[in-house]
């Protein structure tokens, strides 16, 4: 339901993301905009699609994300946060 009229997000790209087109090459997206855009919207949509198609997903913010990377050099882990987060 996410209303791309007036934003300059590519609605063909988010749908050809929505449907998956990123799963058989096991890639990432990564979402950068100003507050209030819709990334969040669009990243719910989309973990909840690929759930649905058994699929594993991942949502994090890049605020979130540093901070457990800083997490685990605090600890001096020998595994590293993107080891954790890859599985």
Same mark, same amino acid.
């Given at each position: ?7 300059p997000i590519n609605e063909g790209l988010v749908r ?13 997206? %990564?979402? %950068? ?16 699609? %690929? ?37």
């Open positions: 339901a996410f209303r791309f009229e007036g934003t050809s993301l929505h449907a998956g087109s990123f799963l058989p090459g096991r890639r990432n997206i %990564v979402a %950068v905009g100003g507050t209030g855009t819709g990334k969040t919207h669009l990243a719910a949509a989309m973990v909840l699609d %690929v759930i649905q198609r058994g699929q594993r997903a991942r949502y994090t913010t890049f605020r979130d994300l540093i901070l457990r990377i800083r997490s685990t050099w605090r600890r001096d882990s020998e595994a590293t946060e993107l080891d954790v987060i890859s599985d």
